[in-house]
């Protein structure tokens, strides 16, 4: 049954409270959803969001629609759902660069594809190794008393005991002695992680991961800028805390840099990010054979990306840092009808066809931009 349209909707999506990073401080994020419709009216939907905006990452809300809606759209009309893989082929030899748009693209098509088989998604990527995934939550109010408070309250209710720390914001001594009064009120309980979001240079980075390895922080992400691939390398050799590359890890052939100079030892995943979902799964194969890390990453995505996040995870092998797949959490609300369940600090994979999660068409057209 072949496409017969294919629409991109920008939603403003308001979080419950302000998630603050070193480039910017969210209130509400716009997320970008896809909708791939066939013939027969059977529909495959996608989401991708971009962490902060144009803050953050090159490719804006209105980039990535603009660039689906004028170029790639084409590209799909008329094709089968299940020829994803060759599509994407297509569709990367005719763009550059553009993941958020190729992932919208791409995950609409995987949705789709699996809805008119009546198969979950992970089934068309190889089939699920994990039924659920340690979930990370992210510490970023702004404020130490209420980041302690939400901690022990997400504890006491079984919902996450691994907190990733925001700290590439204000004074880095300041967000050092931050984290060390976190661990001091629940380290015992749960293990603590810091994500600099490359606002460090190399004489902080070793200035502040010496006293966070001390403090008994269990893995530091992306300290240094994008580029400093060299930074990251000796940072790694230099400390025994665990060091991740995210935001330098992009394309396959970043991971492969990383690998080869050991600039990190470990890595986040992101279907955004990479350009899609077997783009994901080409990332973590390099990541394997290297004996790197794995992270299950999010551009906070509210539920339905991170449904979609979760069913390329699901297949890969081994996530020694869990996921960080929270999104539905900061958002006040979702445009699917279910959430995903968590259950036991973990995150878990639905079994449903497609991505697993039913959209609330009423709730797209309240949040959308523009609805058509
Ligand atoms: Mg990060």
Sequence with gaps: ?????????????????????????????????????????????SEVANIGGIAYGEQTPEAIKVNIDSYLKDLVIGREASDFNRIMWEINHFAKGNNYSKAVVEGALIDLAARQKNVPAYELLGGKIHQSIPLAWTLASGNTERDIEEAKHLLEIRRHKIFKLKIGKGDPDENVEHVRKIIEAVGEQAKITVDINQAWDEDTSVRCIKKLEEYGVNMIEQPVPVW?????????????????????????????????????????????????????????????????????????????????????????????????????????????????????????????????????????????????
């Excluded at 349209?5 to 959803?33: C, G, N």
């Excluded at 066939?38 to 495959?44: K, P, R």
């Design 228 to 372: 400093n691939y060299e930074a990251m390398s000796r940072l790694t050799e230099r400390f025994d805390v665990p060091i991740m590359a995210d935001e330098s890890s992009t394309y396959v052939n970043d991971v492969f840099r990383i690998a080869k100079n050991r600039a990190g030892n470990s890595i986040a995943l992101k279907p955004c990010k990479h350009g899609g979902l077997l783009e994901t799964k080409k990332v973590a194969g390099i990541a394997e054979g290297a004996g790197l890390g794995l992270y299950g990453g999010t551009m906070i995505e509210s539920s339905l990306g991170s449904a979609m996040a979760l069913s390329v995870y699901s297949t890969i092998h081994d996530f020694e840092f869990g996921t960080e797949l929270f999104g539905q959490f900061l958002y006040k609300d979702r445009i699917t009808v279910e959430e995903l369940e968590v259950k036991d600090f973990e995150l878990v994979v639905p079994d449903g066809p497609g991505f697993g999660l039913t959209v609330d068409i009423e709730k797209v057209k309240k949040y959308a931009r523009e609805f058509y």
């Design 1 to 45: 049954m072949t496409i017969k349209d294919f629409k991109t909707y920008i939603l403003d999506m308001e979080t419950v409270r302000p998630h603050q990073l070193s480039m910017t401080t969210i209130t509400s994020q716009a997320i970008i959803v896809g909708r791939a419709i066939d013939e027969d009216g059977t529909e495959g939907w």
